[in-house]
């Protein structure tokens, strides 16, 4: 009887220890750290119709090929897409996180107006994708995009802002302005589990100030800058 | 031979009359030289550039333009003109809408925030002069996106779980129920004693 009871005490103290091991080991947790977030005075600068104002020349049109941001690591290539027929940007697929689309209804990178260049947050293929850390951008970062006629057009980033999806202001993200500008988007803000959507987008604001030759830049992806790490980090 | 010669003098009355109507002529730089200043300058060196040879006419800055974005609209009238008053209807806006005179007698300008929700396209809103000279002005519409992207699919932001935290709380579940059997044994051998 005695053998029967030690023996018990023994087989809970060590059901009770697994059990414990077991469920610390399996917590739910992140696999990575939530997307950084722009702090909140640069959204309520954004968000008051911060007006840019540029004394460089706009470009000619040349379609965007690369971009490189190097703050955040950023070596991307960029596609030109349109719209849906229901109004939305077409987006880079989920299948292919670390590649930018450009919006292509509008100006090219240094025309007149508003250049609007989309990235993932992140993916299921890759985890972080080309803008997980667009959020750590700060006014004053540049953001270099080759062009196809082998110009560099650059930007400094004036302003950072993150709206929520149910009340973005397109006209303040998409309308034209007088100087060559530039607008980098993402998702980020809390993630919905149930609609599996973002609940805010994350806006990055750079002016154009100038452009520059870059024979070397590596149209085909074949070359990428020496500073630069890749499209994640 | 008569008949001739007047018409010759007719013809030479209307080209002087037509040269006298014809507006001052407006620099032809000011686009190019437009693109290298600030935008304040941008606004005052606005001026028409292509309008010497057809009265009225007009231009429209910027063009093409995009929904929420203020629009201005320049025309000339003919130097007579006292006022002039620029028809909103097809772009969603009130339906007259009074313009400025510029420095420049018989020009006028007016600066529209087109609404957000203007359909991407090409327009062609009218306006009417005091001399009653009537025109249109054309420029199009861009699309831009309506709604917000989906740049994302949470992987980074969601909790990662696997069934070990369930298996372990029922090993915990069952140490328990060992325990409340050991101690309930100890009882039974103490009774027994």
Not at chain 1, 124 to 132: I, S
Not at chain 1, 153 to 171: G, N
Not at chain 2, 126 to 145: E, L
Request: charged share 15%; with cysteine; proline share 8%.
């Amino acid at each position: 009887m005695r053998f029967l009871r030690n023996w018990l005490i023994g087989l809970s103290l060590a059901l009770i220890a697994a059990g414990a091991l077991s469920s610390y080991t399996g917590k739910q947790q992140l696999r990575w750290s939530a997307p950084p977030a722009p702090p909140a005075w640069e959204a309520r600068a954004s968000a008051h119709g911060y007006v840019a104002v540029s004394t460089t020349k706009p470009l000619a049109r040349s379609l965007p090929r690369l971009i490189w941001i190097p703050k955040i690591k950023v070596w991307a290539p960029i596609e030109a897409r349109g719209l849906r027929p229901n109004g939305t940007a077409v987006l880079p697929s989920l299948n292919h996180p670390l590649i930018t689309t450009w919006f292509d209804r509008g100006p090219a990178p240094g025309q007149r107006g508003t250049t609007a260049i989309f990235g993932h947050v992140d993916s299921h293929k890759v985890g972080p994708a080309v803008f997980y850390k667009l959020g750590l951008l700060r006014p004053g970062d540049l953001v270099y995009i080759t062009l196809e006629d082998r110009r560099v057009a650059i930007f400094r980033v004036y302003a950072l802002a993150m709206y929520r999806k149910s009340s973005f202001p397109t006209t303040v993200v998409y309308r034209y302005t007088r100087a060559p500008t530039l607008r980098l988007i993402t998702c980020g803000g809390r993630f919905d589990p149930r609609t599996h959507h973002y609940l805010s987008n994350v806006v990055a604001f750079a002016l154009y100030v100038g452009a520059k030759r870059d024979p070397s830049s590596g149209l085909n992806g074949d070359r990428r800058p020496a500073s630069g790490t890749g499209a994640r980090s | 031979m008569r008949f001739v010669k007047a018409a010759v003098v007719a013809a030479g009355i209307n080209v002087c009359i037509l040269a006298a109507a014809v507006p001052p002529v407006f620099e032809a730089s000011t686009v190019s030289q437009a693109s290298t200043v600030s935008a304040a300058s941008q606004e005052s060196s606005a001026r028409l550039t292509s309008m010497a040879v057809a009265v009225p006419s007009g231009r429209v800055i910027p063009n093409p333009s995009a929904p929420g974005t203020p629009t201005r609209f320049d025309v000339f009238c003919g130097q007579d003109a006292k006022s002039a008053t620029l028809f909103g209807q097809s772009l969603g806006l009130a339906e007259l809408i009074l313009m400025q005179s510029t420095s420049r007698p018989g020009e006028f300008f007016v600066t529209v925030t087109l609404p957000a929700s203007i359909a991407p396209g090409r327009y062609h809103p009218s306006f009417d002069c005091s001399n009653g000279n009537i025109g249109k002005v054309s420029f199009s519409v861009n699309p831009v996106p309506h709604q917000a992207p989906e740049t994302g699919d949470g992987t980074t932001a969601t909790e990662t779980g696997t069934p070990l935290s369930s298996i372990g709380y029922g090993l915990m579940g069952l140490g328990a129920v060992a325990g409340v059997g050991a101690i309930a044994l100890r009882r039974r051998v103490a009774h027994r004693s």
